[in-house]
Structures are given as C-alpha cells and as structure tokens.
C-alpha cells in the first residue's frame, strides 16, 4: 500500500491540472473535479486499515532539498494522526465536492471553482502527510494561497477581494512565527523531519550565532513561534480577525477551508509536534489565549446577524476549544474535537449554504424564519448540526467538549493558568448552546417578519417588512439531492460520531504520543473529575439551550431582546454588533501606522532615491555630457580630416618613440 | 641611396595631405588623396628595391587597384553631392553637424 501513498495528493492535484489548463464543458468538469478526492478518500481509506496494526505507512516520494547538513525528502508518512486527518480531510471534502455540483451550477467559474478547490486538497493533504516540518509548511502555504483564492472567488467584488486580502496577509503574520518556530527547531535538533526530532532529546545547550543558549529556552520560543503560526491559521486571537471576513467566499469554501479542515491545521501542527510540547511552559500561555478566544468569539457570536458569521465566531470559539484539549497535554482530545467539529461545522455551513441558496442569496437571518415548515428535511439535519455544535449530550460535539473540559480541569491543578481558562471555556460551552438555539430559532421556528430585530438601528428596516410573504424573492429555492445527501451523511456523523470515535480515537492515536500525561492520582480523580464535567457540561447545555428558548422562542421574550438592546443594554450591544470593534483598533494601531511608514520610505526610497536620483540622474547626466560634447561635431569635413591626420601623426610619434632604440632614428638621439 | 627615393617619396605624400587640407573642393580634395597614395607607391617600391625582393610590388599593385575603385566611387557621390546640392565645396556640405 505504500507505494500508492502519492497518489492520496496527487489525484486532487491532477484534477485542479485538468480543470485549470482545459476549458471543460460542466458535467465533465465537475466529474473530474469530484473523482480526484473521492479516489484519494478511497486509497486513504485503504491506506488506514493498513495502519489499525500500529505499523507506520511511509513512503519517500523523491529527494527534494539536499544542502550541507539539511537532507529532506519529499516524504510522505501516514500514522494514526495523519490518518486521521486525512480521513477527515477527504471524506468531508469529497461530501463537499459532491454539494459544490449543486451549489456552484450556476456560477461562470464553476471550473476555476473546483480547480481551486482540488489544488486545495493537494496542499491539505500535503500539509498533514509531509513527514518534515518544512513539507508541512508547502502544504501550509498552499492552503493559505487557496483560502486567498477562493475567498476572493467572485473577484468582481472588491469586499470579497478585500477580504481574502486580508486573509492572506494576516496569515503571513502568522506564517512568519511559524517559520522562526522551524529556525528553532533546526538550531535545536539539527533535522525537520518529525520523527527524527521526536527521537531526539533536547540539548542542554545549543550554539545559536556564537551564543551559548539554553536548550531548554529554545525549545519554548520554539514552541511559542510555532502557536503564533497556528494562531495565524487557525484563527485565535489576536490573529482571528481574518476568518470572520473569509465568509465573503463560496458557501462549501467556507465549509470546507474555514471551518473543517485548514483552520484546523494549526491544532494538528501542534498535535503533531507533540514532543516539544509534552509538559512545556508554552501550554499555559496556549490555553489562556485558547480560552480568552473560545469566549470572546462566542460572545461575539451571540450578536450576529449574519447567518454565516454566527457560524464563523462559532468557529473561531471552537478552535479555542481544540487549542486548549492540545494545551492540556492530552493531544488526543483536540484532535476529537478536531474531527467532530468538521462534521458539524461543515454540516451546519453546508445547510446555511442551502438556506442562502433557498432564499435567493439573503444571508441576514432577520429576514429568514419559518424555514422550518417549508423547508423540513433541511431544517432537520441543520437542527443535527446545531445539537451537536450545542452539546446535547450523546451527540459528537458533547464527547469533543467534554474530554476537553476534563482534560484541562485536570491541568488546573498542576498549572495555575488551566483554572480560569476552565471556567471560561465552560462560559463558552454556555454561549454555544445559546447562540445556537438563537441561530435555529430566528431561522426555522419564526413565522415570517414576527421576530423583531433586535439591534437598534436595524429596527427601522424591519418594520417595512414583516407582512411580506416570502421573504420577497419569490419561490424557495428547494435543495436537491445532491445537497441532501451530503448533509444528511454529515448530520449522522454528527449525531453519532463522538459516541462511537469517543475512546477507539484515544486509543487508536495513543502510539503517536505515548501516554499522555496526567496527574498522579489518574485513576480516582479522572473518574471524579470526569462525572463532574459530564454534569457541568450538561447543565451549560440546559442553561444556553432554556435561555435561548425563553428569549429568542417566544414573542415576549424578543420583545425584551429589543427592549435591552434600546435601554439598558444598549452599549453592550452595540459593543458586540461591532465585534468589540477590534478590526477598528487594529486599523489605527497597526496598519495605520504601517502605511504612515510605507508612505514615507516610498517617498524617501522610491520616489527620491530611486526615481529621482538613480533613474532620471543617469538620464540627465547622459544628456548633460551629449550636449557638451555634441559642440565637438562641427560636420566640416576639413576638421574631420585634420583631427584624423594629427591622431594618426601623434601615434606615428607614439610608436617611433617607443622603438626609438631598435630602429635608431638618427633625429630621436 | 633610397634616401633620394623617400625624399620624393615624403614630398609626393606631403603635397598631397596639404591639398587635402588646405582646399575645400571636392574633386581637388579627391585628387590629392590620389597624390598621397602615390606617394607611398614610391617609397614601397624603393624599399622592394632595397630588400630586394617584390613584397612592396605586390602592396602597390594592391594600392593601385583600391585607388582605381575608391575614385570610382569617389567621383560617384561626387557626382551625386553635385546633383543635390549645386556645389562641391566642403564649407557648405555641413549637414553632419551635431
């Protein structure tokens, strides 16, 4: 099986070739587009009945870089993780690939669409298979370089342009931490490839520039440099700011790219250098960041308007909760929810994606309601996708969150940081559940127009509205089953993936790290710790769920919405509306004073160092020196004939005094 | 002995570089190019003398084939300056000036 690890990239990779290169008419274009991943998804399958003996796949595809002491292959290497992850990254992206046939019919760049979205999976796939950090990050890049392109996808828009700009350049940010993390890691191991490096203890001390410095020091920037590039990937903060805007991109994009697989590739890095984490000082800082992250975004989330920036706060928040299982020391449980969450994230964006599609386009969910009788089958497996996302217990996103809960209340008692962060990842379950019984309920349980807005100044829109019938567009836009099928695979992922992958995962993945870390007394307190997790997790869910059913399921209840957020709350609200109004503070406190001093060294640099002094000073001192020596060329002939004869007399003169001696001219002595 | 030969030798060539100079006619300017090779004819046929051998009979030959064609040539555009222009004298023909 080994040998045919290449062709889990490589299909993808061919079909974006064809797909791109040729112009192909639809059904042909989809076809190649959709057989690519599924081929991979086959031959991944294969490849991981092939790991379930705890027997490595490995495969060296071709020598790549070869300098000095740096030796890395193009090598490709499937263990429980990878595998995984690429079961994941597959199957999800082939069920996306297959709604994307639908979704994406009537678009012109139906072609480009699935071109990218294949070269997408061929980085993907790069990304989580390369065997060395530096494959990693072209697979890194090449995600980055896709999420770009296809948030951009309708171009002819300059927000959505603006938005996989600033998509791209604040992954660059992150992508320069990441590269210093690798720098590190080369200073510290002298070697990239992950096995090579988990074999390796660290070094007392390293030589780094002709400093002695400790190892154990390198180790945590290291550590600290990789988390600033998974921050930039995976959005936490003070990176995040790119994702929610990274819904101006196709709905399966957004599905695909920004909930379930490359924003995820941030947790799996951190998975997967699990050897240099394993009981580091870095994990503390991790997990606050992580938790200040899961809770911000589920506020932010609560005040949403639109249906697929609920969603991307949501996910954003729940990448917090993968941060902290990884930050926990027990790998495992961020890598659960890792999985889960691509089942439900992308189920949930996959079903607002066929809302959008029903209603013609609206995404502002004070103008959806009622969906749910017109719409059932989708409201039923969106209402999946939601339970999951809340915790309803026994379903995947409770068993994800609930192992992380455990994991980091048990790391409360050994590291300070893990307490508080505790607490506001419970805080953020809560804000799950409610944001997400807002979400159902606006959306499907509404009569048409009855839900007032909440939010003051979009009160004044609303009442012009709210006796129209279908939302004003006409017809609904039925889902076919081509957008069905997918979402109903994914609703039963969602529904009983965590109750089945819950334990074999822990044990599947265990040879990856060995065994993880826990407090001493293991046994005992796991078992308490564990039961007071379930119940608090449970009581989070009732609370969140009741909450958002007294305010947002009943007309009194949203009354009082409107009411708090034109009395007393509304500062508050306008607080969150705005998202805490960071993309504002970072506009002035960062990019302004960056073009301030780009302004400047272009006009220092450019404008009068290069244009003026280097380009247009050569020219004139051309000029200056053809003018004066233009004089010279008086056109006579007579001239030209003298200064001929006095050059050819002055050289006969050179050359008789030069030989003076051989020739013995009588006249020269 | 050559000393005689060179003496004419150097006179021929100095006539001839002094009309090139000193006059502003074409045709008399091409003429004493013509002096001035024949000039240096004399001094390469008294220098084959001396050496004894026909070295410098075969580089006046040669001379003397390039000076037939260059006052074929010459006389040529002499002609066509003269058809444009209406003149043959070096102070008007200045359109190379720069």
Same mark, same amino acid.
């Given at each position: ?22 112009? *192909?008419?639809?059904?042909?274009? +989809?076809?190649?587009? +959709? ?49 995984? !992850? ?37 980085? !993907? ?20 370089? +896709? ?16 938005? #996989? ?111 240099? $984490? ?17 809770? !911000? ?36 449980? #961020? ?95 809560? *804000? ?72 074999? !995962? ?81 506009? $002035? ?67 008789? $005094? ?12 | ?50 050496? #004894? ?46």
């Amino acid at each position: 099986m080994s040998h045919l690890l290449w062709l889990i990239p490589v299909l993808p990779l061919a079909g974006f070739l064809v797909n791109g290169l040729l112009k *192909l008419p639809k059904p042909v274009s +989809c076809i190649v587009g +959709c057989a690519g991943p599924i081929a991979s998804f086959v031959i991944s399958v294969l490849v991981f009945l092939r790991i379930h003996g705890h027997q490595d796949v490995v495969q060296t595809v071709f020598s790549w870089i070869s300098v000095g002491q740096l030796n890395v292959p193009f090598g490709l290497r499937v263990d429980p993780l990878s595998g995984v !992850m690429i079961l994941v990254v597959t199957g999800v992206g082939s069920l996306i690939h297959v709604y994307s046939i639908s979704y994406m019919h009537d678009d012109e760049g139906f072609s480009r669409f699935f071109a990218y979205l294949n070269l997408f999976m061929f980085s !993907m796939l790069v990304l989580v298979l390369g065997d060395s950090i530096l494959l990693m990050f072209v697979g890194w890049e090449g995600v980055g370089l +896709c999420s770009y392109l296809l948030i951009g996808f309708w171009y002819k828009e300059l927000k959505n342009a603006d938005a #996989g700009k600033k998509a791209f350049i604040t992954n660059r940010v992150g992508d320069f931490g990441f590269l210093l993390g690798v720098f590190c890691l080369w200073a510290l191991y002298k070697d990239v490839n992950f096995a090579q490096m988990a074999g390796k203890a660290i070094p007392h001390s390293v030589q780094l520039a002709g400093h002695e410095v400790s190892g154990d020091a390198l180790a945590f920037w290291a550590g600290l440099f990789l988390f600033i590039g998974a921050c930039g990937k995976s959005a936490q903060i003070p990176l995040y700011v790119w994702l929610p805007d990274a819904m101006a991109g196709p709905t399966p994009v957004s599905a695909l790219i920004h909930a379930a697989t490359m924003v995820t590739a941030g947790v799996y890095m951190m998975a997967r250098m699990n050897f240099l $984490y394993q009981g580091s000082e870095v994990l503390s800082i991790v997990v606050t960041i992580a938790a200040l992250t899961a809770f !911000m975004a589920g506020l932010i989330a609560v005040a949403q308007n639109d249906i697929k920036k609920v969603l991307a706060y949501s996910t954003v928040s729940q990448l917090g909760f993968m941060f902290a299982g990884i930050a926990s020391g027990d790998f495992h449980t #961020g890598m659960f929810h890792v999985v889960t969450h691509a089942f439900f994230k992308a189920l949930l964006f996959l079903g607002a994606g066929a809302v959008i599609h029903a209603l013609h386009g609206e995404q502002d969910i004070r103008k959806m309601g009622g969906l749910g009788k017109k719409l059932p089958a989708l409201a039923a497996v969106f209402v999946a996708g939601a339970l999951a996302l809340a915790g309803l217990p026994f379903t995947a996103g409770f068993f994800s969150k609930d192992a992380i809960l455990v994991a980091v209340f048990e790391q409360a008692s050994v590291q300070a940081a893990f307490g508080p962060a505790w607490l506001l990842l419970v805080a953020s379950a809560g *804000l799950t559940a409610f944001y997400t019984t807002r979400l159902v309920l606006i959306v499907f349980l509404d009569a048409p127009g009855a839900h007032r807005p909440p939010s003051p100044e979009a009160s004044a829109g609303s009442h012009a509205a709210p006796q129209e019938g279908d939302h004003g567009h006409g017809e609904l836009h039925k889902p076919g089953l081509l957008i069905m099928a997918p979402l109903a695979i994914l609703a039963v992922a969602s529904l009983f993936g965590g109750y089945l992958l819950d334990r074999p !995962m822990e044990e599947f993945l265990k040879p990856v790290w060995g065994e993880e870390k826990h407090p001493l007394n293991f046994a005992a307190a796991h078992d308490h710790a564990h039961a007071l997790n379930i119940l608090v997790s449970c009581i989070v869910f009732a609370v969140g769920v009741t909450a958002g059913w007294v305010i947002y399921g009943r007309a009194a209840g949203r009354d009082w919405v409107k009411r708090f957020a034109e009395g007393g709350g509304k500062k508050m609200y306008w607080l969150l509306e705005n998202k805490f109004f960071v993309d504002e503070i970072y506009e $002035y406190t960062i990019i302004a004073p960056l073009k301030m001093g780009a302004t400047i060294v272009w006009f220092l640099v450019d404008r009068v160092l290069i244009d003026t002094i280097l380009v247009n000073g050569t020219g004139w001192i051309v000029y200056a020196v053809g003018g004066a020596l233009r004089r010279t060329h008086t056109g006579s002939i007579n001239v030209a004939v003298v200064s001929f004869l006095a050059g050819a007399l002055a050289l006969l003169a050179f050359v008789a $005094y030069q030989f003076k001696d051989t020739w013995q001219l009588p006249f020269l002595h | 002995m050559i000393s005689h030969y060179l003496i004419v030798s150097a006179a021929l060539f100095s006539i001839g570089a002094f009309g090139v100079l000193a006059r502003r006619n074409l045709l008399i300017i091409l003429m004493s190019v013509e002096i001035m090779l024949n000039g240096v004819n004399v001094a390469l046929l008294a220098f084959a003398r001396v050496h #004894g051998n026909t070295n410098g009979h075969v580089f006046v030959l040669m001379v003397m084939g390039v000076a037939a064609a260059e006052v074929s040539v010459g006389l040529a555009i002499l002609i066509a300056v003269f058809r444009n222009r209406k003149t043959v004298d070096t102070g008007d023909l200045k359109s190379m000036q720069g």
